[in-house]
């Protein structure tokens, strides 16, 4: 079979995410030129991830300590909401369970069960192993053995993405990925097919290929502009428009978690690297100018500001499809959602995934990028509703802003899964894709969504054994909690960066 | 909340949907009150009439509190591996369908792409060669996965039961009532509803009284004496699942195979399947193609006994099984043809769904919503997997033929094209059958990718071959050892004796 003549178009975060993957992956079926331009930059404001980004590194072969070490990064197990419900509110969406994990029925069932007894039981927070390490800014690597209560947390990292997309740069180019450097000025069709034929540069070089990927970001070079496809608003139920950056110099502790904090017209971010700590206010222009944005954020960042506030702004949607001709589009060219959840990278890499799995013969067959398609669609329905219900639920009225999320129409899906669960506290396995029942769970009972009943099922056991084994567990987790280092100095001795 | 928590349940119906419902009801939810009115099981109930069940079947059982060798020791059940498929597509070799792993991964793709490749260079052993319930059950042999070594072959695959079904039956039933479930042996004469709201009040009973409840659940198969007075829509699937009639014949017992037959027919397929109390037998047909006396001529053929009469089939599903204050459950809610076994399974489910969704008396329309759509989506994959076997089956047979005519429901078509096109699987939720499952169907059929993943051209052919050769001969190693199903069976019956 030919060799296929991949370009990609933009090389930030998306784009050397790519490279790495084709190159390493796909050795043998194609060739793969990235062109990039430097004065252009990255945004790379997506430093937070899910979980999921160790599974990308694995399967590249990264070693985690090297990489953690080369972008700075620290380890995060969850992001800690203030002031979303009302001001002074705090929770943390954990990535992992509450309670042990493995029960037939959800921990939280019985936490709301003992709750609407009347029994005094602690809040649930303190019922998960990854919420009480995290409180303590401790880190340790889970255990590996699924029996054990220290195996029901994961991680993530926090890293810098400035420095992740070169140390993938690295890698990509030892795996023979080609680099041109150059601003695009033309994007040549064919005729015939309307397909992407070639790319022409600033300098004159034209670059042909047979499969374009667009990782060009908000822009959309290639998807939005050249091959015209239309973009979905969904800024009806996500307003925010913009973001504002700065990152400062660390004056609070290393959390082992990212914080969002909300402010009056949408929130802030706080995620600490290894040496410095990253902040940005998120906000609607519509409720917000962007000089008292930044005037906000300058005013709440904890140590000396590293570098100028810097903005950005964005829509919150995605292009009806992500695969168009032979033209893919993977991160901000195909959709934003705002970093709330750190899903930034986490949809580069299911585009990624598909891009893979789906690699097309020369001729391009419907069935791929139909399939493709599909795929990203899921991803961003699902994504959606998870992060319209931050917004949606809660009490604060102390700003336009939050009068405005507060009343708003949300979609039907979202609607049913937020009476299902103020009925019993039932998750509606619905589309629940990257995020499962614990984070819906986190965020609800985080936000004051509280369940009037609770399922039947929980009655059964008798209510002196479980209290009995509630406070056995809450000791546990306390005392696994407990015995694990200091998030920095675990750090330091793990994947200390160069000096 | 609205109306407070359901205090009583009232189940209608006298098979193994009635009894298992009740069962998991008072021992998940032991606050509420249980009753089954047990009326007779109809020729139609196929959840209540089957013996052969899926690997689900076991975690049913977990769930109520039953422990896994009580169907087998109490109540006369065997086991079975899987199904032979034979004359599904001509020319082709007969397939086994087993719940197992088909060949083990290596390198970074599923195993099947490294299969796919070697067939079309031609000459690559049978799919099922390489799963491990398969070589072992083709070979009459039989052993539970928990007595081999962990994680060694033949220690992960799953098995279902094949049940004796009317000790099985007698055995959930006391088992219900053990933990508090009431039987009021009466027919039931009417459906009284509530004028106000359409609910159901009450049943009226033939020794003149009437029972009342919170909540109904319909388990009287097909006719859905209670749900069907609510209302009648239904969702008809007779373009996709054109058999519209069934003869089942039971015979006595034969010696024991872990392995059930699905034999396709020129209009139709028939069952032969063994469990330790008789051999079942079955033909489903369609009326269009095969008169009813020629169809009991050809199963007294294969099944030597005369069948019973020929039971109407009208495959599809109600669109809403939960409405107001009635649930249906089984065949009261689903109509399927028993190809693949799924109606128990699909009851269980629905069961399940039951127990852990009880609404409050008001019956909240949401709460509903929520239970519909579940089942709904289970079932309408579970369709798309019985279907596959006919849109994917070669046969020159009128029949046959019309059937391949007709255009696979949208999310079907989507499994072919993508299978077809690159053997890519695409994922669905509230998938019954696993992936491995949905290709030792197409594969078995001989449905074979037009391209091979391109991720596995990493790995030389030659190790392709060498990997799949030594899964081959470590499997055909094992299974010599391996005691028959007939000597396992009696062996672990022996064991337990007192």
Not at chain 2, 126 to 153: I, K, T, V
Not at chain 2, 427 to 447: C, H, K, N, P
């Amino acid at each position: 079979m030919a060799s296929r003549r991949v370009v990609i178009v933009g090389g930030g975060t998306a784009g050397w995410m790519t490279a790495a993957a084709l190159t390493r992956l796909l050795a043998g079926q194609c060739s793969v030129h990235l062109v990039e331009s430097e004065a252009i930059g990255i945004v790379g404001v997506g430093e937070a991830t899910l979980p999921h980004i160790r599974a990308f590194n694995e399967r590249l072969g990264i070693n985690e300590a090297e990489f953690m070490a080369a972008t700075r990064a620290t380890f995060k197990l969850g992001i800690e909401f203030r002031d979303w419900g009302r001001i002074g509110d705090t929770y943390i969406h954990p990535f992992g369970t509450f309670g042990p994990g493995n029960a037939e029925l959800n921990f939280h069932q019985y936490w709301l069960r003992l709750r609407q007894q009347g029994v005094a039981v602690p809040d649930l927070e303190q019922f998960s192993v990854g919420c009480m390490i995290a409180r303590r800014n401790h880190f340790a690597l889970p255990s590996g053995d699924s029996r054990d209560l220290a195996s029901t947390f994961g991680y993530a990292y926090q890293f810098d993405a400035n420095l992740f997309a070169p140390y993938l740069r690295k890698l990509s180019e030892s795996w023979g990925a080609k680099r041109t450097e150059g601003r695009i000025v033309t994007v040549h069709r064919d005729g015939e097919s309307g397909d992407i034929a070639a790319i022409e540069l600033e300098s004159g070089e034209r670059i042909e290929g047979d499969l374009f990927v667009d990782c060009s970001g908000f822009v959309s070079l290639l998807l939005g502009k050249a091959l015209g496809e239309p973009f979905e608003d969904w800024s009806k139920w996500l307003p925010a428009d913009r973001a504002v950056a700065m990152p400062c110099r660390t004056e609070g502790a290393i959390t082992p978690y990212t914080s969002a904090i909300a402010m009056p017209a949408g929130w802030r971010w706080r995620i600490p690297l290894q040496n410095r700590t990253g902040n940005g206010y998120v906000y609607s222009s519509k409720f917000l100018s962007d000089e008292d944005a930044a005037a906000a954020l300058v005013a709440s960042v904890e140590g000396e500001p590293i570098a100028p506030p810097r903005q950005l702004r964005f829509i919150a949607g995605r292009r009806a499809r992500s695969w168009v001709g032979n033209c893919i589009g993977v991160g901000l060219s195909s959709g934003f959602l705002e970093p709330l959840e750190s899903t930034s990278i986490y949809l580069i890499q299911a585009a990624i995934t598909g891009l893979l799995e789906l690699f097309p013969e020369p001729d391009i067959s419907p069935v791929d990028r139909g399939e493709f398609n599909r795929l990203i669609d899921l991803e961003y329905d699902r994504i959606r509703d998870f992060l319209i219900l931050h917004y949606h639920a809660t009490e604060r009225d102390d700003s336009p802003f939050w009068d405005y999320v507060r009343t708003m129409e949300i979609p039907d899906s979202l609607a049913e899964k937020m009476e299902l669960f103020r009925r019993r506290g039932r998750v509606v396995k619905y589309r629940e894709g990257v995020f499962l029942d614990a984070s819906w769970v986190a965020v609800y009972l985080g936000q004051r969504v509280i369940p009037q009943g609770h399922d039947l099922r929980a009655d059964a056991p008798g209510a002196e054994s479980l209290v009995a084994g509630m406070v056995q567990l809450h000791r546990q987790i306390a005392e696994i909690a407990d015995g694990m280092p200091d998030h920095a100095e675990y750090l330091a001795r793990y994947c200390p960066m160069a000096a | 909340m609205a109306g407070g928590p359901i205090r009583s349940v009232v189940a209608a119906g006298g098979g193994m949907v009635a009894w298992g419902c009740a069962a998991a009801l008072r021992r998940k939810l032991p606050a509420l009150e249980v009753t089954v009115i047990p009326i007779p099981v109809a020729a139609g109930a196929l959840a209540d009439r089957i013996a052969s069940t899926l690997p689900s079947v076991l975690d049913f059982h977990r769930d109520i509190g039953l422990e896994d060798s009580d169907p087998v020791l109490r109540a006369g059940c065997g086991f079975r591996a899987g199904t032979l498929f034979e004359g599904w597509v001509d020319g082709r070799d007969d397939y086994a369908h087993v719940y197992d792993r088909y060949g083990q991964q290596f390198g970074t793709t599923s195993f099947h792409n490294h299969w796919v490749r070697a067939a079309k260079k031609g000459g690559a052993a049978p799919f099922d060669a390489h799963a491990p319930a398969a070589a072992m059950a083709r070979a009459g042999r039989f052993l539970l996965p928990e007595h081999r070594p962990a994680g060694s072959p033949l220690s992960e695959f799953g098995f279902g039961l094949a049940l004796d079904v009317d000790h099985y039956t007698a055995m959930l039933r006391a088992y219900a009532q053990h933990i508090g479930a009431r039987e009021r042996p009466a027919a039931i004469t009417g459906v009284q509803l509530r004028a106000e709201d359409g609910f159901i009040a009450g049943l009226a009973l033939d020794d003149g009284g009437t029972i009342t409840a919170d909540l109904f659940v319909d388990c009287t198969g097909p006719a859905a004496l209670l749900r069907s007075e609510l209302d009648q829509s239904f969702e008809d699937w007779g373009q996709w699942l054109a058999c519209d009639r069934m003869l089942i014949a039971n015979a006595g017992a034969t010696e024991g195979q872990p392995l059930d037959h699905a034999i396709a027919h020129a209009a139709g397929w028939r069952w032969a399947a063994t469990n330790p109390a008789r051999t079942s037998h079955g033909l489903v047909y369609t009326s269009a193609h095969l008169a009813d006396a020629d169809a009991a001529l050809a199963l007294r053929g294969s099944a030597g006994v005369e069948p019973g009469a020929p039971i109407a089939l009208r495959q599809g599903r109600r669109p809403q099984p939960w409405l107001r204050n009635c649930v249906a459950i089984g065949d009261a809610a689903i109509t399927l043809e028993p190809l693949e076994w799924t109606n128990l399974h699909l009851a269980h489910n629905f069961i399940d769904r039951l127990v852990a969704m009880l609404p409050d008396r008001d019956c909240a329309a949401v709460e509903l919503w929520d239970f519909n759509r579940q089942c709904a989506a289970e079932t309408d994959r579970v369709r798309d997997f019985l279907v596959l076997h006919y849109v994917a089956s070669r046969r020159t047979d009128p029949f046959w033929r019309d059937l391949r005519a007709v255009a696979p429901p949208a999310s079907l078509a989507h499994t072919l094209s993508l299978f077809g096109d690159r053997g890519r699987l695409p994922f669905y939720e509230d998938e019954t059958f696993s992936r491995d499952s949905w290709l030792a169907v197409l594969i078995g059929q001989g449905v074979i990718p037009r391209r091979t993943d391109p991720l596995i051209d990493s790995v030389p052919p030659e190790q392709s071959d060498r990997a799949m050769a030594t899964i081959r001969d470590s499997l055909a190693a094992i299974v010599s050892t391996l005691p028959t199903y007939s000597v396992f069976l009696s062996t672990l019956k022996g064991q337990s004796a007192p």
